[in-house]
Nanobody, 128 residues
Framework: QVQLVESGGGLVQAGDSLRLSCAAS????????MGWFRQRPGKEREFVAE????????YYADSVKGRFTISRDDAKNTVYLQMNSLKPEDTAVYYC?????????????????????WGKGTQVTVSS
């Protein structure tokens, strides 16, 4: 089973950028589609972005489209989330997870129940 560790979060100002990393070990990372999710204060965990096993397909939540970019480096067993033009409403704990179904491709809409196990997350705080 794959284990995931997120990193790269921090406190930034609105308009700044951050790059999150998700390092995977064990499991079949290179054959899994991978997703980023976030949980804002007082809210349920929500989908942010997904990338297929090949890296050729991506899918984004409307709220981050055009600002965030998901990518993967299978040689490093790592998935990234480049976040630009950050807004205070992007403040959340960000998590990555593998699509547990092992399909490798993106299915829409992404369902939280199809992803897991989860890392511990990394906190992103955007001040106005």
């Amino acid at each position: 089973q794959v284990q995931l560790v997120e990193s790269g979060g921090g406190l930034v100002q609105a308009g700044d950028s951050l790059r999150l990393s998700c390092a995977a070990s064990g499991g079949t990372f290179s054959r899994s589609s991978m997703g980023w999710f976030r949980q804002r204060p007082g809210k349920e965990r929500e989908f942010v972005a997904e990338i297929s096993w090949s890296g050729t397909s991506t899918y984004y939540a409307d709220s981050v489209k055009g600002r965030f970019t998901i990518s993967r480096d299978d040689a490093k067993n790592t998935v990234y989330l480049q976040m630009n033009s950050l807004k205070p409403e992007d403040t959340a704990v960000y998590y990555c997870a593998a699509d547990r179904r092992g399909l490798g491709v993106i299915t829409t809409p992404p369902r939280l129940a199809d992803f897991g196990p989860w890392g511990k997350g990394t906190q992103v705080t955007v001040s106005s």
